[in-house]
């Protein structure tokens, strides 16, 4: 069984850049990629907003860059997924054990709790693949999706999850975000600077956004709302033509551009749940979350003279977190390179102190 120092679990941006930082450190950090790697940015077609590129880049040469630069300070790349881990003893155990007839990604990803709880007891039979003195989560996370016929097939061609990414490609153009929440009144905000109009599709009378965000999207003139509405179908070819939506019971076809989907997203932390400390919605717990647990968190890390040590560890010393995974607020690319970097940093520290 190979024993090393640091294993990352993940390969978006946050993951590749703490990579990068870790095996410049000579960490000789191991990468469990997955075998779809890349992370959410694979699905985007282009990002204007990573600095650095001046005409844009697409998600994927973005993220394939971002690869070989990890790879080229020795950066060991797994293209496997990790199906369990142990983190009550040290050195943690990493498996990536399949067994048969599960598919990992729907086990991690999909499946409910009891399911994936049920086969990490066969997994942890098994012999663990590696052992790791520290590990650095950046599972990141999945946007929720409608699953009505088109979407798939549109994801980057009309149909996207991140309107602080893509409004500006929507100038002049008929969009509709989907939800009720403080995302989609963000994405709504975010798209009246530059689309036509802004048609918000929400299933209820009513949005559960914040009071203050609510106001800001009722009162701009290019938004309007179809209340009580459910979408049945994206419709379009090789890009988005139309949204079918259906009103108290009435069913219509409307010409559309761009079709938002902000209906919430889900962390990808299911493999660690039991392990360490998750919030309520999924999200991995360390002393620098957003959220009151985040700050008791750090409160309880204070050292003596005030200081906050290791902000991105989680509740397991030695096991750390950056990325989508704990990010409830931004969910960019480059905080979360910036995160990743933070936590190679963390580890890197918490290697050299630790007895
Ligand atoms: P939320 O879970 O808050 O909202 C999701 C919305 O999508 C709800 O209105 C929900 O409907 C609707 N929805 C869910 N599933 C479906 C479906 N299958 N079909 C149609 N509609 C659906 O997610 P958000 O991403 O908006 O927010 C998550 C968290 O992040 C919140 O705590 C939020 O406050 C925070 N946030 C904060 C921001 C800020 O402070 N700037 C910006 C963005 C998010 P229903 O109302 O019926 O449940």
């Known amino acids: 069984m190979e024993a090393v120092k640091v294993v ?8 590749y850049t703490a990579a990068i930082y870790s095996s ?9 990629a997955g075998p779809k790697a890349g992370g959410q940015l694979m699905l985007t077609a282009e990002i204007e907003n990573f600095p650095g590129f001046k005409e844009g880049i697409n998600g994927p040469d973005l993220m394939i860059q971002m690869m070989e630069q990890a790879q080229r300070f020795g950066t060991v790349l797994k293209d496997d997924f990790v199906t369990a881990v142990d983190f009550s003893v040290r050195p943690f155990k ?7 007839g599960v598919i ?16 990490r007891q066969q997994i942890i039979q098994t012999e663990p693949t590696m052992t ?9 996370a999945t946007a929720l999706m409608l699953k009505v016929p088109g979407e798939e097939k ?3 061609k009309g149909v996207s999850t991140c309107a602080v990414c893509d409004a500006a490609f929507y100038k002049d153009k008929v969009t509709y975000v989907i939800g009720g929440g403080d995302s989609a009144m963000e994405d709504s905000l975010a798209l009246t600077k530059f689309a036509k109009s802004v048609t918000i599709v929400h299933r209820r009378d009513a949005f559960k956004a914040s009071k203050i965000m609510q106001e800001r999207v009722l009162s701009n003139p290019k938004v309007n709302v179809l209340w ?26 409307l010409p559309a551009e761009g079709i938002f989907v902000a209906i919430g997203h889900k962390p990808v932390t299911q493999l660690f749940a039991n392990q360490i400390q998750l919030d309520d919605h999924g999200y991995i717990v360390t002393r620098q979350s957003l959220s009151k647990l985040g700050v008791e968190a750090a409160q309880a890390a204070l050292t003596p003279d005030g200081k906050l040590e290791y902000p991105t560890m989680t509740s397991v010393q030695g096991v750390f977190a950056a990325g989508d995974n704990v990010d409830i607020r931004y969910r960019q690319a480059i905080t979360a390179a910036g995160q990743g970097c933070a936590a190679a940093l963390d580890v ?4 050299e102190m630790k007895t």
């Open 348 to 351: 890197e520290r918490w290697l």
């Open 228 to 253: 009580n509405s459910a979408v049945d179908a994206i419709l379009g070819d090789t890009k988005v033509t139309g949204i079918k939506v259906t009103t108290n019971g009435t069913t219509q076809e």
């Open 132 to 140: 790791a003195e520290s590990v650095l989560i950046a599972t990141g």
């Open 94 to 100: 990493i498996w990536t054990t399949v067994p048969e």
């Open 104 to 119: 990992p990604e729907d086990l991690l990803i999909q499946s409910p709790p009891e399911k994936y709880t049920e086969v």
């Open 24 to 32: 410049r450190a000579q960490l000789k950090p191991v990468l469990f």
């Open 8 to 15: 990352i679990i993940g390969s978006g941006p946050a993951g």
């Open 154 to 156: 549109l994801i980057g």
